[in-house]
């Protein structure tokens, strides 16, 4: 977390999904944070989680255990590469609207990510990047029907020239049957509501309201790209469309940044359609010693917005200030709900995780 204080801003969608933007099924395990594993053939140290996606890759990572018996040629092969010059090869040249995927991403995600990094040396080399940084992609997905969920394969084509992303019910219609504007898209994985694993939740505003559509790939490789693709367009328009409105960061005090919450994951945007979080907050249990409170403590300063909201973690305290009085009881009224809930084992870990972070 860089900054303590942020100001708190609440606008409604008239959807959900803008205080629902990305929930990913939790998918640690407890010894998330111990690098108990290594790749022999890569060089690097990995936890338990990664290891086992490692492990189905042969081909490019040979794991073994750190509490295995080691021979002197393989220490010196970990002594030889190691985690800071395998990312310093292997991630050179990450794009910025490129998605990391964290352990709390679907399998899917974090696979992939593993391959594009060191089977297919895509962040080695840009030419490698071309599926997701061309400025247009077409091809055909699985969509699912607005009123019988079949799901039915169908045309789309995202031009960041055209400003959208749109879809085509015959091969050789003219006519898109929807047209999303790159302004209004967002896409997330959503495995288990689609009932895929490369399932993707695409969202977007017509007449103001929010519509999702559904749609996969069986290639999981596809489905990523897609899903970079539109994340780089909508990188290359807020670019576009807010120039240079990127350096407050020296500021002091409060900044005004759109939330969402996500189960137990508080997430800040500097604009509702930014393709990253600036910054995340876990919000545990009461039982953990989270706490919410009402107001900001006495000698807080520099806030616009009068209506103040404390959270305690265990760490440290999160200030925020909402614009509204009602904007600040929902908020509170939400933060309340997750803290009186008690935390579930997996989500110890994925509090450890966040505790990691740098
Ligand atoms: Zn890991």
Not at 25 to 54: M, N
Not at 190 to 218: E, M, W
Request: charged share 25%; aromatic share 12%; net charge positive.
């Amino acid at each position: 977390m860089q900054s303590e204080r942020q100001g708190a801003r609440v606008i409604r969608d008239s959807g959900s999904s803008a205080r629902i933007a990305r929930s990913p099924p939790l998918q640690l395990r407890p010894e998330v944070t111990e690098p108990d594993w290594a790749s022999l053939t890569l060089g690097v140290f990995v936890c338990q989680a990664c290891s086992l996606l490692h492990r189905s890759i042969p081909h490019i990572s040979q794991v073994k255990s750190v509490q295995d018996t080691w021979e002197d040629s393989e220490v010196e092969l970990m002594a030889a590469m190691g985690n800071g010059a395998a990312k310093a090869k292997y991630e050179q040249k990450v794009p910025a609207f490129y998605y990391r995927p964290t352990h709390t991403d679907c399998k899917l995600l974090r696979e992939q990510w593993i391959r594009a990094k060191y089977e297919r040396n895509e962040f080695e080399f840009i030419e490698k990047q071309e599926p997701y940084s061309a400025g247009y992609r077409e091809g055909f997905l699985w969509k699912r029907g607005r009123d019988n969920g079949q799901f039915l394969s169908r045309k789309f084509a995202l031009s960041e020239r055209d400003g959208a992303l749109k879809y085509f019910n015959k091969q050789d219609a003219r006519d898109p049957k929807a047209v999303m504007k790159i302004e209004t898209l967002n896409a997330t994985f959503q495995p288990a509501k689609i009932g895929n694993p490369c399932g993707l939740q695409i969202t977007y505003l017509k007449d103001n309201s929010t519509r999702n559509i559904f749609v996969y790939h069986s290639d999981a490789k596809e489905m990523v790209d897609w899903f970079n693709a539109i994340r780089a367009a909508r990188f290359h328009y807020l670019q576009v469309a807010f120039p240079g409105a990127s350096d407050e960061e020296h500021t002091e005090g409060f900044k005004k940044r759109w939330f969402t919450m996500d189960d137990r994951r508080l997430m800040y945007f500097k604009d509702p359609l930014d393709a990253y979080a600036r910054g995340e907050v876990f919000i545990g249990s009461k039982e953990n010693s989270y706490t919410v409170l009402a107001g900001l403590p006495p000698s807080t300063q520099g806030y616009h917005w009068n209506h103040g909201i404390t959270i305690v973690t265990p760490d440290r305290k999160f200030l925020f200030a909402c614009e509204t009085e009602a904007e600040q009881r929902d908020w509170i009224a939400a933060f309340q709900r997750v803290i009186n809930r008690p935390m579930r084992p997996q989500e110890y870990a994925v509090e450890a995780h966040f505790k990691h972070k740098p």
